[in-house]
């Protein structure tokens, strides 16, 4: 589900970008990225997070996608040349991957999940793509925080199979996920890396 103009106000900020790279920075810290690595990048928004993802673990090649067509219109105009031959914006379901079987290095979910119709289905497609070893890098947030009684008359999200945080870890195990120790998670969320077994 795209973003309504109260989320869009809050994800194209200068604020969001500072918070993504500090998550990148864990993440990195957290576990690294192999040389040479093929990323994708789910519900990219504006390009922001691809854009440090890029400069803190210099994949060889990411790819970021997000279904609403405005988003990659903005991403691809913010594009610098230093990216142009490592980075690709197209517009996509992250319910439905383009990609063959075990063909990514790592998958990386900057609050995206959660605007999923069916967001155990996005879990699935995310290990169906990744190699093994491959890693899940994620920042989820739980209806205590998109969905409160203040929240929920601002931004729009799906309301049915909402999932808390026994639900979330609960799916990335069923999908083979390993999340590795050191992820932070509070009431509203969760932040941390997972691995393909
Ligand atoms: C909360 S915004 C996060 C944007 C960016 N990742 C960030 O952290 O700033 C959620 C993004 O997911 C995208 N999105 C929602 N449903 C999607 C889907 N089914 N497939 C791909 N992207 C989706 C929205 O269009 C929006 O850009």
């Keep these: 589900m795209k973003v309504n103009w109260a989320e ?17 920075q864990f993440f990195k810290k957290l576990r690294d990225l192999p040389p040479e690595s093929h990323c994708l990048e789910i519900g990219c928004g504006r390009g922001a997070g691809a854009l440090i993802i890029l400069r803190e673990f210099q994949p060889s090649r990411l790819e970021a996608l997000d279904v609403d067509p ?24 992250a319910q439905h991957l383009p990609y063959s079987d075990a063909s990514m290095d790592a998958v990386f979910n900057f609050g995206i999940i959660h605007h999923l119709e069916d967001w155990e289905q996005g879990i699935k497609e995310i290990a169906r793509v ?31 199979n909402r999932f808390r945080g026994p639900e979330f ?15 932070r998670e509070t009431r509203f969320g969760i932040l941390g890396v997972a691995v393909k077994g």
């Design 70 to 93: 405005t988003m990659i219109r903005l991403a691809q105009g913010r594009k610098p040349s230093w990216a142009l031959d490592h980075l690709l914006f197209y517009v996509s379901d």
């Design 130 to 160: 990744l190699r093994k070893d491959g890693g899940f890098y994620f920042e989820e947030i739980y209806p205590a925080l998109y969905a409160n009684v203040l929240t929920r008359k601002l931004l729009d999200h799906p309301t049915e």
């Design 8 to 24: 869009r106000v809050w994800v194209n900020s200068p604020l969001r970008s500072l918070i993504l790279k500090r998550e990148i």
């Design 169 to 183: 870890r609960m799916a990335l195990a069923t999908e083979g996920l390993k999340l590795l120790s050191g992820y």
